[in-house]
């Protein structure tokens, strides 16, 4: 379960990159993206998604006050699509720990993000998970 779940954030984090820089339906992108990837949690990318486009202001607004010195535009954009999941994780699904969360973030940000993601997710999240405790 935890690897298809891993998948699972991937599978979201390069969803909303794929929006972001194309006119492309999300679901249509998630489908694509969840194939790609094979063992996928289907249903925990979907809620995923959902529930990061139902909450996409309340996470930007949280990821800007942990983030003090970036507008969420400037940051970098993988680095700045895991943190939308991630910060939605933390905020509104209690499913896994905090730690996990943020290791998964970590993760995937080092993995297709730049030298710099993998630290600036973990502060930003850091900051977060330390508010909401």
Known sequence: MP????LSRIAVVQTLFEVERREVEPA???DRNIKELGE???E???ELLAGVTDKKDEIIKSIEENAPE?????MDPIARCVL???AYELLF???APPAVVMDESIEIAKEYGTDESGKFVNGVLNAMAK???
């Open 40 to 42: 996928v949690d289907g």
């Open 44 to 46: 925990f990318a979907l």
């Open 28 to 30: 249509d992108s998630l």
């Open 131 to 133: 508010k909401d405790n």
């Open 70 to 74: 970036w507008s969420f535009e400037r």
């Open 3 to 6: 690897r298809k779940r891993h």
């Open 93 to 95: 699904n209690n499913d």
């Open 84 to 86: 939308v999941v991630g």
